[in-house]
């Protein structure tokens, strides 16, 4: 197997755990604080998603 393949294999797989790990973070943590804080909780998340690049894709 050629070490290029390897290497762009593994950058694929530590990439997903880290997008499977960050969705986790963002459902499981960060959506429940925001709930929790009400009003203040959702402007923090408004600033987060309109202001900066926390939401580009």
Known sequence: ???LMVVLRLIHIF???FWA??????LAF???TVNA???EGRKVFQ???FKT???AT
Do not use: E, I, K, Q
């Open 1 to 3: 197997m050629n070490l």
């Open 15 to 17: 990439a997903g755990v």
């Open 21 to 26: 790990g960050t969705s986790f973070f963002n």
């Open 30 to 32: 960060l959506t429940n």
């Open 37 to 39: 804080t009400g009003d």
């Open 47 to 49: 600033h987060l998603m």
């Open 53 to 55: 690049r926390f939401s």
